[in-house]
């Protein structure tokens, strides 16, 4: 998968017990980050699920 120039600033970032921290997804909108981290959360793991704001190069 080629995301060349796509604009995707929202990450979904899983977090474990351990505080380790894992990329997900990267989505175009927030809602849709948000629906995915839903979705993920409903199959009752452990794990949270956050929203994040990818950092903007420049």
Known sequence: MNDAGAQLPWLVVRQDG?????RVGAYATRAEAEQKADQLDRRGHKQLYL????ATRQ
């Not at 929203?51 to 990818?54: D, F, L, M, P, V």
């Open 51 to 54: 929203i994040e704001q990818a």
């Open 18 to 22: 351990n505080g380790n921290r894992y």
